[in-house]
């Protein structure tokens, strides 16, 4: 158990060390959904006026909507920076040097994941600072209920990630894959916009967001904010978080998975 915390311990210090010393990142995290909070939900309020529904106790504002959505946008984009920087680390040869210790392949990229969801929350709690100076406030204890659901989503979002870098064999590609996955799987969400109001204008396009992982952890995350449980959200959250670590480690799994291929 020592040598498991020892580990767990390691890579987190190392992950954050290297978050410290990439404080560009930390800004850019920010930036992005900050820009959508000031100056597309500013031009979006009065077309997109959004009806009483679960969470919400009240008619809504659209930036106040897209907050959970936002939230899930950092976790997102750090995911993918995460299997990024695991890429190049395999690139430089210190992922080898990783993957060779005595552990279980396993827990050294659920230690990853954990050190990655760490570096993301910090980033959405600092967002939702911001978020609050522009007056969008939530239930105090909101704060506290939406932190294990921000590490599930982190972690699921995460190991995403992982099991798309398996299949990349160098960092260039990977860049473009990113895009790849990123736009289609915010957008195509209910971060932007309620399920009920897409299927309005397309069925097939509401049915399409519904399967998509993304919707389910920005849906646990809302609810999260204002002191609810949305039980099959979380579920279907950590279901698909199990599947994306599954793969992770099947890719990685130099025996059996991509690894194998690759060699």
Request: hydrophobic share 60%; glycine share 4%.
């Given at each position: 158990m020592n040598a498991y915390l020892t580990a767990l311990r390691a890579i987190v210090l190392r992950e954050?060390?290297?978050?410290?010393?990439?404080?560009?990142?930390?800004?850019?995290?920010?930036?992005?959904?900050?820009?959508?909070?000031?100056?597309?939900?500013?031009?979006?309020?009065?077309?997109?006026?959004?009806?009483?529904?679960p969470p919400y106790q009240t008619?809504?504002?659209?930036?106040?909507?897209?907050?959970?959505?936002?939230?899930g946008m950092i976790l997102l984009f750090n995911g993918m920076q995460s299997a990024l920087s695991l890429v190049f680390d395999r690139e430089m040869g210190s992922m080898r040097v990783l993957l060779i210790s005595p552990l279980p392949r396993w827990w050294l990229l659920i230690c990853r994941l954990i050190g990655a969801s760490a570096i993301s929350i910090l980033q959405v709690y600092t967002f939702l600072l911001i978020a609050g100076l522009f007056g969008i406030t939530l239930p105090w204890h909101g704060y506290l209920l939406v932190l294990p659901v921000l590490l599930l989503g982190g972690i699921m979002l995460g190991a995403l990630g992982l099991a798309l870098s398996s299949l990349i064999k160098q960092l260039?590609?990977?860049?473009?894959?990113?895009?790849?996955?990123?736009?289609?799987?915010?957008?195509?969400?209910?971060?932007?916009?309620?399920?009920?109001?897409?299927?309005?204008?397309?069925?097939?396009?509401?049915?399409?967001?519904?399967?998509?992982?993304?919707?389910h952890a920005v849906e646990a995350i809302r609810f999260a904010l204002y002191g609810q449980l949305n039980a099959s959200a979380l579920a279907l959250t950590a279901l698909w978080a199990l599947i994306f670590i599954g793969l992770a480690v099947w890719g990685y799994d130099p025996a059996r998975g991509m690894m194998k291929r690759k060699g």
């Open positions: 954050a060390l290297r978050f410290v010393h990439q404080r560009e990142r930390f800004i850019a995290a920010l930036v992005r959904p900050l820009v959508w909070l000031v100056v597309f939900a500013a031009g979006f309020r009065a077309a997109l006026g959004l009806s009483i529904t008619y809504i504002t659209y930036e106040i909507y897209i907050v959970p959505g936002l939230c260039e590609n990977f860049a473009g894959v990113m895009n790849f996955v990123i736009f289609p799987m915010f957008f195509l969400s209910s971060a932007l916009y309620p399920l009920w109001k897409m299927a309005e204008s397309s069925a097939l396009l509401r049915d399409i967001c519904a399967l998509n992982p993304f919707t």
